[in-house]
């Protein structure tokens, strides 16, 4: 367990594996706790580890829940033989009546999920790597060009909204070339995203006119599959796995919308937030490595990006330190024992389990000075990737049609990579007030 030091810090002290331990906690009113996690963000998470100086605990997000809040815990949240997944991810709730009631293989535990999952996994082979690189680059390198004719010798802070639209557009239309052959409308794309996956707080006439407009952005992204040149490729292999042909559209949908766009975007603007507050000497090794590695391997290629390690490195610390997702939830299917490094507890059926990702990424146990931002933290030290933690996994376990593992996340990382490269070696820039992280994010 946790105590506090003479000196009024708190220090970890394990219980024995063995022996079982009450979970602490209350679950509170449900309002005043919903208000606080909604102000404080996971500060309200690591108040309360501080509070019962535990890494399990009770608490309230406006339904009765478990949080696992260290990298050891989180694993439970993975034992899909004795968990199910809850239909949200983070702040995010399904509407399925705004995607003609399709539960999202993500969301899934049954047959179809493996037959969706195992289309998604055979479609994604297909796109070679070398025309992920090929794509993002021209498409990288289109919107630097424009980009330069508008942020050329200026300095504004109505410039940085700007920029994220620009990063968020950017992310569309890549992830849109490869996926359907051709750039789609990003106001389409980016309302469905947002509000499909979000609850409408808004009454009456009003909320069906929202519902009606979210669902024509819907209707009209459907269309863009149904008009795109690897239409057929889809729905042959989509067969093969026994998917209906709206089935097939759907699952394609909300693979580039909500797994690719919604998890690349957001790290894509924090990859360019933390370039332009690296030091001079972080970011000039970066380069060196990049230019040297592209002038020993003839080119840039995807043999080319492996070797660049301490690029890999900076994008795996911005994963650690942003994830895309903070909070995972799932229920158990029956009683068990999860592990945690302040001891053992048992969850009993259908309590549900909150992980926290970004606290897992905190574990001081794991990551040395775990609120540094250390660019070099992973090539200093690879072995640290066996902790980094997914929404649907751990980082390095393989996608299977049999699990949740994102099937996507080779392909993420290669245009996270082509971003980044490109941020390094063709732009110069510095923020007027540098942005800031902290845990309310």
């Known amino acids: ?106 969301f899934s535990d049954n047959q179809d999920r493996i037959s969706r999952k195992s289309f998604i996994l055979q479609t994604l082979a297909a796109i070679p790597k070398e025309y992920i690189i090929q794509q993002s680059y021209r498409i990288i390198d289109e919107s630097f060009q424009r980009w330069s004719k508008i942020y050329r010798a200026k300095s504004s802070k109505s410039l940085q909204v700007a920029w994220d639209d620009e990063i968020q557009h950017l992310c569309c239309d890549i992830i849109c070339q490869l996926f359907m052959a051709k750039v789609v409308n990003f106001k389409s794309i980016f309302q469905w995203y947002t509000e499909a996956m979000e609850k409408l707080k808004v009454p009456g006439l009003l909320k069906q006119r929202r519902c009606a407009d979210v669902y024509n952005t819907y209707i009209e992204l459907f269309q863009e599959i149904e008009n795109s040149s690897y239409l057929p490729y889809y729905l042959r292999t989509g067969r093969r796995h026994s998917l209906s042909e709206d089935n097939i559209k759907e699952t394609v949908l909300f693979g580039i919308i909500f797994n690719a766009f919604g998890s690349c975007e957001a790290i894509m603007r924090t990859c360019a937030a933390r370039i332009g507050v690296l030091s001079d000497d972080d970011r000039n090794q970066l380069r060196k490595e990049i230019k040297n590695v592209i002038g020993e391997n003839n080119g840039l290629s995807f043999q080319a990006l492996t070797k660049m390690q301490r690029l890999t490195s900076f994008i795996a610390e911005v994963l650690r330190t942003s994830s895309p997702i903070s909070l995972i939830f799932r229920r158990a299917t029956q009683d068990m024992l999860i592990q945690a490094s302040t001891g053992t507890y048992k969850v009993l059926k259908g309590q549900l389990l909150v992980g926290n990702i970004h606290l897992a ?60 490269l490109k941020l390094l070696i063709h732009t110069e820039f510095k923020f007027d007030v540098p942005p800031e992280w902290n845990e309310m994010q």
């Open 1 to 106: 367990m946790e105590v506090i030091s003479q000196k009024g810090h708190w220090q970890k002290r394990s219980a024995p594996d063995d022996t079982i331990q009450s979970i602490p906690g209350s679950y509170g009113h449900k309002h005043i706790s919903s208000s606080k996690l909604q102000k404080q963000g996971n500060l309200y998470f690591k108040t309360l580890q501080k509070k019962y100086q535990q890494n399990v605990f009770r608490f309230n997000i406006g339904v009765r829940a478990i949080a696992l809040v260290d990298n050891k815990v989180i694993r439970a949240m993975f034992q899909n033989d004795k968990v199910t997944r809850e239909d949200v991810a983070g702040k995010y709730i399904t509407n399925y009546n705004l995607m003609d009631n399709l539960r999202p293989s993500i």
């Open 361 to 420: 990424h905190r574990d001081p146990d794991v990551f040395p000075e775990p609120n540094t931002f250390k660019p070099f933290r992973f090539y200093d030290n690879p072995d640290l990737m066996r902790y980094m933690v997914w929404e649907a996994g751990l980082y390095q376990d393989e996608a299977e049609d049999t699990n949740y593992q994102c099937p996507g996340k080779k392909v993420v990382m290669i245009v996270l990579q082509m971003f980044a």
